[in-house]
C-alpha cells in the first residue's frame, strides 16, 4: 500500500502568545503527525512552550498525552503525534515575553 504524507501551513507571520491556540485540523485519516513551530522572531529571554491538543468533533478539546515541548530564541521546534484522533491543534505558552513570532505546520502521514 502507498502511504499518503501532507503538510499544511496553519498559521502564518502569527503573534504566539500565552493561551493562543491554532487553527484546528482534522486529521482523522493520519496514523502518525508533526507539528513544527518555525520561531521566526522573539525576545533573547522569551521561551515557546507548545502543547498538542485533540478532540472528537472540532469543538471540545482535550491535551494529548504527548509531552509539551519547549525553545528559546528563534529557530524551529518540532512535537511527534502517534494516536493521532479525529482533530489536532497547538496550545501556546510564552514565559519571559509577550510573545513569539512564528509559524505554525502540521504534516500527516497515513
Known amino acids: 500500500m502507498l502511504r499518503r504524507s501532507f503538510t499544511a ?3 502564518r507571520n502569527v503573534d504566539f502568545a500565552t493561551g493562543f491556540v491554532c487553527e484546528p485540523y482534522e486529521t482523522g485519516w493520519a496514523i502518525e503527525a508533526r507539528w513544527f513551530v518555525n520561531i521566526l ?3 533573547p529571554a522569551a521561551v515557546l512552550a507548545i502543547t498538542a491538543e485533540v478532540s472528537p468533533d ?8 504527548a509531552a509539551p ?9 518540532t512535537l511527534p503525534i502517534t494516536n493521532v484522533g479525529p482533530w489536532g491543534r497547538l496550545s501556546f505558552s510564552v514565559r519571559g515575553a509577550e510573545s513569539v513570532r512564528g509559524i505554525c505546520y502540521l504534516t500527516l502521514k497515513g
Open 9 to 11: 501551513v496553519i498559521e
Open 41 to 43: 522572531a522573539a525576545d
Open 58 to 65: 472540532g469543538l471540545a478539546w482535550c491535551p494529548h498525552e
Open 69 to 77: 515541548v519547549e525553545r528559546s530564541g528563534p529557530g524551529l521546534m
